[in-house]
T-cell receptor, first 113, second 114 residues
Framework: GNSVTQMEGPVTLSEEAFLTINCTYT??????LFWYVQYPGEGLQLLLKATKADDKGSNKGFEATYRKETTSFHLEKGSVQVSDSAVYFC????????????FGEGTQLTVNP | DGGITQSPKYLFRKEGQNVTLSCEQNLNHDAMYWYRQDPGQGLRLIYYSQIVNDFQKGDIAEGYSVSREKKESFPLTVTSAQKNPTAFYLC?????????????FGPGTRLTVL
């Protein structure tokens, strides 16, 4: 079946540090890949997405590249801010499953001033 | 403004009582979803509905029930059969086909069973 594995958290960084949150997936075919962000006490917001191999999704300084050969979709940001503190979820959608998503476990990020 | 609303934000119930969580969307989305979130476990799908008057079980449907009588509404009932109902519940909606079918989430309801 489909699955998404994220790096274990929590991750703690200082402001302006470089961020990488690893995400790998297991799925047949060509799934679409997503990163969602959840700020404390809120629902999830779509951060970025990629729908085919080698696509790069980007938003608010975050980037992730769909790597078919390594089945990965790692999230990166060159310089994090305190306001980036949140939980980040990687997710996939199979082309045959409509809009149903499979989520990873989430990675808690804390950025200190 | 278009969006998804969930009410209430916090809900307290006594053990053994059924409770219904509200989810409404005005985005004209076809599909709606209910997730449960527990610390360290990510999101788990409870039920989803792709069209009015039809819904399917997700990964953890036991102890829950839903209805989809209107396109805009997808209420979730947590029954007394749910062994550990205290959790954060998230509702989402999306178009069901095409490229623009990412899910949009409501703000969540935190249910505490005393």
């Amino acid at each position: 079946g489909n699955s998404v594995t994220q790096m274990e958290g929590p991750v703690t960084l200082s402001e302006e540090a470089f961020l990488t949150i690893n995400c790998t997936y297991t799925a047949t075919g060509y799934p679409s890949l997503f990163w969602y962000v959840q700020y404390p006490g809120e629902g999830l917001q779509l951060l970025l997405k990629a729908t085919k191999a080698d696509d790069k999704g980007s938003n608010k300084g975050f980037e992730a590249t769909y790597r078919k050969e390594t089945t990965s979709f790692h999230l990166e940001k060159g310089s994090v801010q305190v306001s980036d503190s949140a939980v980040y979820f990687c997710a996939l959608r199979k082309e045959t499953s409509g809009s149903r998503l499979t989520f990873g476990e989430g990675t808690q990020l804390t950025v200190n001033p | 403004d278009g969006g998804i609303t969930q009410s209430p934000k916090y809900l307290f119930r006594k053990e053994g009582q059924n409770v219904t969580l509200s989810c409404e969307q005005n985005l004209n989305h076809d599909a709606m979803y209910w997730y449960r979130q527990d610390p360290g476990q990510g999101l788990r799908l409870i039920y989803y509905s792709q069209i009015v008057n039809d819904f399917q079980k997700g990964d953890i449907a036991e102890g829950y029930s839903v209805s989809r009588e209107k396109k805009e509404s997808f209420p979730l009932t947590v029954t007394s059969a749910q062994k550990n109902p205290t959790a954060f519940y998230l509702c989402a909606s999306s178009y069901d086909r095409g490229s623009y079918n990412e899910q949009f989430f409501g703000p969540g309801t935190r249910l505490t069973v005393l």
